[in-house]
């Protein structure tokens, strides 16, 4: 008898249990816009280097005298500080061609460049004059061209020679 009851009392607990399941809500429709899904595809982008940034020949004086800039400009304008000598004619900024997805925007970035003398120990250290952004052209499939000018300084310690450096420009969508 005792075996009868505990099994009455696990189906009356039982029950109990299925009674307090939620009952299920009748579904409801959106009202007014409904609700849309959306993704935008993109093109790989492809960065193409079309010329080197080049600052030409630079001239020091018999003695310099602090610290003196050297600097191309993206629209490839030159200047020198006082009392150096630059060959403007052989100067020419660094151009790249980018393409990618009709009209978007891309993010470029430069960063310094470290160039060092191949022959003797001494390095420059360039900064970077690029355009933060461009956007492509309704023809994306041609891209657009970008340039990237440049400067850096000299003084008393920087010693004579070639110095050359890799510039690392990259692009991104925005």
């Known amino acids: 008898m005792k075996m ?42 492809v960065l193409t280097r079309v010329s080197d940034l080049d600052f030409g020949t630079v001239l020091l004086p018999a003695t310099v005298t602090g610290t003196l800039n050297v600097k191309v400009a993206q629209d490839g304008a030159m200047t020198c500080g006082t009392g150096l000598t630059c060959a403007a004619a052989a100067a020419s900024v660094g151009s790249y061609n980018v393409k990618g997805t ?10 310094a460049v470290t160039m060092t003398n191949a ?18 052209p309704n023809s994306g499939n041609t891209g657009v061209d970008f340039q990237v000018g440049g400067s850096f300084n000299v003084d008393s310690t920087t010693t004579d020679g070639v110095y050359s450096g890799d510039m690392n420009v990259t692009v991104d969508y925005q």
């Open 119 to 136: 022959t003797q120990a001494g390095s420059l250290t360039v900064t970077l004059d690029a355009p933060g952004s461009v956007t492509l």
């Open 102 to 111: 009709n009209r978007q925007v891309v993010q470029i970035t430069a960063p």
């Open 4 to 45: 009868i009851k505990r099994f009455a009392a696990l189906a009356v607990v039982g029950g109990a249990v299925l009674a307090a399941t939620p009952a299920v809500a009748a579904p409801v429709a959106v009202t007014g816009a409904k609700p849309q899904a959306k993704v935008t595809i993109l093109k790989p982008l």
